[in-house]
């Protein structure tokens, strides 16, 4: 009886936890899961993301322009009113996707759906509320960025491997002549029934399709597009003071991205699954006291950057854990053990499924598979990893090491060292 | 807003009746004239009174075309008055130069204020 029910139990969650159904609302895609937590959330996703900027930093300043004065209410407004609600409002950048999102207690959809909403139809862009509020934030963003290694250093790796579309930086260059009246055009062109999807979590899908579709009603429908991206490379140097001497070895790769990737990155990461713990990868063992190595794994719509952040106090130590971070994704391509091969699909599998419990990841995961037109499950991202085997993790080892790699090295370049210097 | 930023006006009362706004408009040209502020290169809306908190707000929101002409306009007044005599006549600011272009920031900025003391002095009524 009891293990009975208890399957039942589970059945009903992996059914409630992904977004199983996708309503055409009035030409808006919309997505609700609703798995009785206290408070709902409702995210507009666009593509709006900076690899569709016109503009350097013109994605930037659109995402800090959200909330700002809208026909319906103005920026204090919007802020008063939902303090009164006791609701989160939030908006965020990726190279892909603009989300905005709204945090609130259930019951008051109908207020924040308008929020969003009204942001999407029928916002301002004033010039003052630009000078006043928006530039501001952007240059601290943009500036804040400068001062931290890890970010510059993935920021140049785009820039070197995707040169334009996926390599356009997130952030807004420190001295730029964009006006409101380029955000204005840029939020006009994206902003439109086709290039966004509605995702609601604890919310009700009838309830969400039925306040959708009053808001979206007179939005027009177009796509922005942005040419395939194609994998470059390359090797850069940025002069820094701040600490600590970073340098990120990275490769690309195009086309969906491939479970096989996220496998390697998994058994390559020296995270330990036990805190302080040093875990059983092949780098965590070798690499200096004062040193970290990081894997990073960034899957985007049509490529994907795979790369080893290597960050230490000195650039000798540096230059060690690089040599053999390098190194184990060497011994990488001549094959993996089948024990090892287990542990990182085990791994991989589960930081996709924990990233897929969260609010966050549930939306930021799913949500562009929705906008692709993907199949938008847990289950189609956690198949996905069966396929993996030994040989095709080696050979997409193989295949990374044989293409040009993307070398970022930030801090003091006269002593961090070059990629050949690390045996690439 | 008789004590507000833009001082006291009827203007709001009597454009509504057409044909009290036929018999007041040649008075009001007339009276803009004589107040001799074209005559000095100005516009209206530079002699708003610029020392409050909502002017001076209005005031940063102008494009940086209208801050220059403004202050271009306030410089060339004030060397005039020096010299104690209006500009030459073809520098006469013309009736339909005379726009107010600082008004509507104004406007803005007096609701944006009032809006703040509403939020702030709210009363929540829980249902």
Redesign the interface.
Known sequence: MLPARASTLRNFHRVARSFATVADTAGVRVASVDHGQPTSSVTILVKAGSRFQPKAGLAHSLKNFAFKSTAKR?A??IV?ESE?YGGVLSSNLTREHLALTAEFMRGDEQFFVDVLSSFITSAKYT??EY??YVRPLVKAEAEAAVFDPSTQAIEHAHALAFRSGLGSSLFAPTHNTITVEDIKLYATSVFTKDNLVVLGTGIDQTTLSKLVERAFASTSSATSSSQASKYYGGETRVESLSSPQTVFIGFGTTGAPSADVAALAAHLSPTPSVKWSQGTSPIAASIPKDSSVQTIHLPYSDATLFGLLVQGATPASVKEAGKVAVQALKSATSGIKAEELQRAVAKAKFSTATNLDGRFGLVSVLGPKILGGADASVETSLSSFNGVSASSVSKTASTMLSGKPTFVAVGEIGSLPHADELGL | MLFGPLGPSLAPYIKPSRSLYKWIKPIADWYANAAGYRKYGFKYDDLLVEERPDVQRAL??L?PHEKYDRAFRLKRASQASVQHAPLPREEWTKAAEDTRYLRT?VL?VVK?NN??TM?DTIV?ERK
């Open positions: 103005s204090l407004g008063r009164l010039r003052h000078e006043e | 940063l929101r494009s920031h803005d944006e809006e703040r939020w929540i």
